[in-house]
């Protein structure tokens, strides 16, 4: 109790140091004057979800995610995002997860050029970056952005981003973290589980990644690039595992392009990525992880606001969508690895997202999933035990996201 | 066409798609002009000059944090808009038709409106006047 009392104290004490203030209050401070101001918002989504195959339904608080941001001054400023998924975490239990999304701290270097330091997601397809649920459409973010690029990808280390002058429209940005862990990369999640999350990652191999991004009138293009090592390990683990060593030892490349029409009232996207992992062999060889040499996947949605056509000077979206993803996690496997048709998948993702008002989206759509047929020899426990897999599956998926 | 065939030409059907439509683009574009300002702190003054090309103007101070959008609107009027966007004031970038943010994806029209989050404020209009051959821009608001 007591120790509960003192830190009540100390977040109100805090409180009146800081001054809270909202965006709204943040905007009235003064224009010139605008420092040491502090930012407090979130984000987050719930959803209920009905498998058509399994008869089954699940109802589930996805996430909420808590952003603290800072302005030390004019130039110096401070963000993180806290992250709670599947409402709670318990100790022992299998469930939840608490992480920090971002935590860094931003320095305006000049008007065009801003340095970042910390725990900071790279610019790296639409989802990555543009992640809250109020942004797309449909009760989950694209397939493609979570299996091939696995968003949100978050790392440690330094980013510069900015716009160039000479062409109005063009935004940049280039970024050292952290690289990814080839011993954690699991079969049938890409690379997935070898981020690191600033959570005690090897940094003794490193990312490197860019993007160039172009807005002109309604449209938004965007090419994005990654390159880093996958091993971080000692010389002589890696050598007894026989896998390179050094900063960009074990290579992962991405590359990923996208396009986005933004009128008012049709939108659409369009996004194509590849991942490519040339010493897969000898991941496998080390982890028997049955790692790809190569993924790719494309998306395209077509979105349509019927809201403007009812009721044009209202400022609400109802939008009528259509995403189509195809994405295969091996498209090409190395010697020593194991075709699994059920990663070769496509998506038909169709729905309504309502906007009553900007920060608040209800959602309601329906995704159908296909896949190629189960590999026996992956089959861990073959049939009779083995549970049936259905290559076709649909899902009736209801939500409500908010961001503020 | 087998499954693998069809993913991987569906993939580079959409990345076709985006570099098409952006060589499109790119060769319609009309860039902002960018021009640099002396604030006394409390207000931007432009030369009515730095319109000549256009009906839109970026105008940049070195005691501002972020740029200011300056617009000619048809009937005459004028209008300025800070490019800071009110989410997590992150600066904006400008084109003919919008504001946008490249962090986090918000839309604003010229109007200071937003068309899309996460921002959910609107930019707010700076008070703005013709005084002989300049556009004065009142800062404070």
């Known amino acids: ?404 | 066409m087998d499954r693998r065939d069809f993913l991987r030409s569906s993939c580079l059907g959409c990345a076709g798609l985006a570099f098409g439509v952006g060589v499109l683009s790119l060769t319609g574009c009309a860039s902002l002009p960018l021009v640099k300002v002396v604030s006394d702190g409390r207000t931007l003054s432009i030369p009515l000059t730095a319109f000549a090309e256009g009906t839109q103007v970026i105008a940049r101070a070195s005691k501002l944090s972020y740029d200011v959008l300056v617009m000619k609107l048809p009937n005459g009027d004028l209008r300025s808009l800070y490019l800071r966007c009110t989410h997590e004031d992150q600066p904006l970038t400008a084109t003919a038709t919008g504001l946008h943010c490249p962090s986090h994806g918000s839309r604003f029209a010229l109007d200071g409106s937003v068309e899309e989050g996460p921002a959910t404020k609107p930019i707010r209009p700076f008070p703005v006047h013709r005084e002989g051959e300049f556009v004065i821009i009142e800062l404070t608001t």
């Open chain 1, 1 to 404: 109790m007591r120790c509960l009392a003192i830190a009540i104290a100390l977040l109100l004490f805090n409180a009146v140091q800081a001054q809270v203030l909202t965006k709204e209050d943040s905007l009235n401070a003064g224009l010139v004057r605008s420092d040491r101001t502090t930012l407090v918002s979130a984000y987050g989504e719930v959803k209920v979800a009905y498998d058509q195959q399994l008869g089954t339904g699940e109802a589930n608080l996805t996430r909420n995610v808590l952003f603290l941001g800072h302005r030390f001054n004019s130039r110096i400023s401070f963000f993180s995002e806290m992250e709670l998924e599947n409402a709670s975490v318990e100790g022992g239990q299998v469930g939840g997860e608490l992480s920090m999304e971002q935590l860094f701290v931003k320095f305006d270097l000049t008007k065009d050029i801003y340095l970042t330091g910390g725990l900071f997601i790279t610019r790296l397809g639409i989802i990555n970056e543009n992640h809250l649920p109020t942004t797309f459409n449909g009760n989950d973010r694209p397939y493609v952005e979570q299996f091939i690029i696995p968003s949100t990808w978050r790392e440690i280390g330094v980013g510069l981003y900015g716009r160039s002058t000479r062409l109005p429209g063009l935004n940049w940005s280039v970024a050292v973290q952290n690289g990814l862990n080839a011993g954690a990369f699991q079969h049938g999640t890409g690379i997935r589980e070898g981020r690191g999350d600033g959570a005690k990652a090897s940094a003794a191999n490193i990312g490197v990644s860019g993007a160039l991004l172009y807005y002109t009138g309604d449209f938004r293009f965007q090419g994005s690039g990654y390159y880093g090592g996958s091993a971080g390990l000692s010389q002589r683990e890696a050598d007894s595992l026989q896998l390179d060593y050094g900063l960009f030892g074990t290579p992962v490349r991405l590359l990923e392009a996208n396009a986005q029409y933004l009128g008012e009232k049709l939108r659409v996207k369009v996004l194509a990525t590849q991942v490519d992992i040339p010493d897969a062999a000898r991941i496998n060889r080390a982890y028997a992880s049955n790692t790809p040499e190569r993924m790719f996947g494309a998306y395209a949605e077509l979105g349509c606001d019927l809201w403007s056509f009812i009721r044009p000077t209202e400022k609400r979206d109802l939008i009528a969508f259509i995403r189509c993803e195809a994405l295969d996690m091996n498209a090409a496997i190395p010697a020593n690895g194991i075709d699994d048709p059920t990663l070769e998948r496509t998506y038909v993702v169709a729905g309504l997202t309502y906007v009553p008002t900007v920060g608040i989206s209800v959602k309601a759509d329906y995704t159908l999933r296909t896949t190629g047929e189960r590999n026996p020899s992956l089959d861990i426990n073959p049939y009779p035990q083995a549970l049936p897999y259905f290559t076709d599956n649909g899902s009736i998926n209801i939500g409500l996201a908010y961001s503020f």
